[in-house]
């Protein structure tokens, strides 16, 4: 397997752009998980989805940031309008429940810049 | 909110020499798990220990968990320059999901 696939790994947009960020998780993988990473507030988790059903969107910082999961093999972020404090890095990680397998698989992630 | 803790935040060690992070945690944890992070990549799981454990190795790695202290370490042993990252630790609560803390900054020099 590839492992999880981010698209694209470097973003630069002017502020008011919507941007979309794109995860592809490992297949059969149960869990997506969207963290975002920035080096005043480390790893932050957004939202995650179990079977693609959105389960806790508590995370997101506002109405601005949205996501979505049509089906198990893609998931999108998306920020509409951006802002200059969005910047940061943003990861998507899936995991494979049962096992005693709770381990996650990350992403390369996508270096998002907000001019 | 940052349920892990890790100290100190960056380290420095020539090669051959041990390395020892410790992370600290506020809550109950189902269990505590050590990723490793490399510049401009993704982080990589390294090891898992459970609540219900004192004690874990993985090749040059060695974990403890003291959940009496709400503490846990990683000690690299034999360092090498490939092993300079960041080392996040991530704790589970048992509710599907990981809270990391800041990191520790690790560098080996040759």
Known sequence: ?115 | SQQGEEDPQALSIQEGENATMNCSYKTSINNLQWYRQNSGRGLVHLILIRSNEREKHSGRLRVTLDTSKKSSSLLITASRAADTASYFCATDDGYSTLTFGKGTMLLVSP
């Open chain 1, 1 to 115: 397997d590839a492992g999880v696939i981010q698209s694209p790994r470097h973003e630069v947009t002017e502020m008011g752009q919507e941007v979309t960020l794109r995860c592809k998780p490992i297949s059969g993988h149960d869990y997506l998980f969207w963290y975002r990473q920035t080096m005043m507030r480390g790893l932050e988790l957004l939202i995650y989805f179990n079977n693609n059903v959105p389960i806790d969107d508590s995370g997101m910082p506002e109405d601005r940031f949205s996501a979505k999961m049509p089906n198990a093999s893609f998931s999108t972020l998306k920020i509409q309008p951006s802002e200059p404090r969005d910047s940061a890095v943003y990861f998507c990680a899936s995991r494979l429940t049962g096992g005693g397998n709770e381990k996650l698989f990350f992403g390369s992630g996508t270096q998002l810049s907000v001019l």
